[in-house]
């Protein structure tokens, strides 16, 4: 587990005594994402060993709750994390205390690490990641500038959510070629291939007698197109962006013009103008 950062706003104040939020159980905004932290993800308090730092450095020690007791006093309510402590009568203990109260210093941080999380909605526009479990809560510390949120660790955890994602998607139901139909059954819905065939190059052909339309379909309702299948949606394509039509749909079929071409020999119309059975 790997220690993060988040960071709250620091209330001015005057006094010998420093309190605030050092989290809030609200969904925050991480840019790539939304966290938010469950209200019992931490636990029981005298469970940890946490310090009030100036800055991150444990070299300027302000407090520290060592199990639940000590000079740094936390508890949680209906808002998140509170923490409260007094300023020591240390060179860091009164520098601190003038720029809190000038507002110089306005920013707490805490820094965690996370032992169990969820993500919710892992391929919309922004996922959101739950924490369920706090595993060690390190520092809370006054800044006079928070840290920028350490989401490396949160952003990596997001890409194996995502990579587990298309096992729930292959589960998807097939569509089945019905290899029993009556020819005469078949014919109505595939166009026979020898109706354009010397109208095609060599390679044109050769991938017109192997695409497999029912393949295509099943490939692409799972998102991914291979073999023959793959390179006929890619020349589809390649012909819908240079006529400018939107192809983005992962799960289209994509079929090139050699695949639609209407005839006169095996749709009964004239000029070749009528009819609209695929050809493959």
Known sequence: MEKEIRTQALPKSDSNTVEGYALNWNEYDMGAFVERIDPNALGELRDYDVHALYNHNYDQVLARSKYGAG??????????LKFRFDLPDTTTGNEVRTLVARGDVDQASWAFTVKKERWENVRSEKPTRVIEQIGEMYDISLTPRGANPTT?????????????????????????ENHNQEPETRATAFVDASAVQGQLSKSEERNLAKFNLIKAINEARNGKLTGVEAEVNQEGMNEKRRLGVDFRDMHAVN???MFTKRTQSVTGGTNGNLGGDLVF
């Open 152 to 176: 490396s660790v949160a952003l990596r955890s997001l890409e194996e959510a995502l990579k587990a994602e298309p096992e729930q998607l292959t589960k998807t139901p097939e569509i089945v």
């Open 255 to 257: 079929l090139p013009e």
């Open 71 to 80: 000079t740094l006093e936390l508890s949680q309510d209906d808002n998140g």
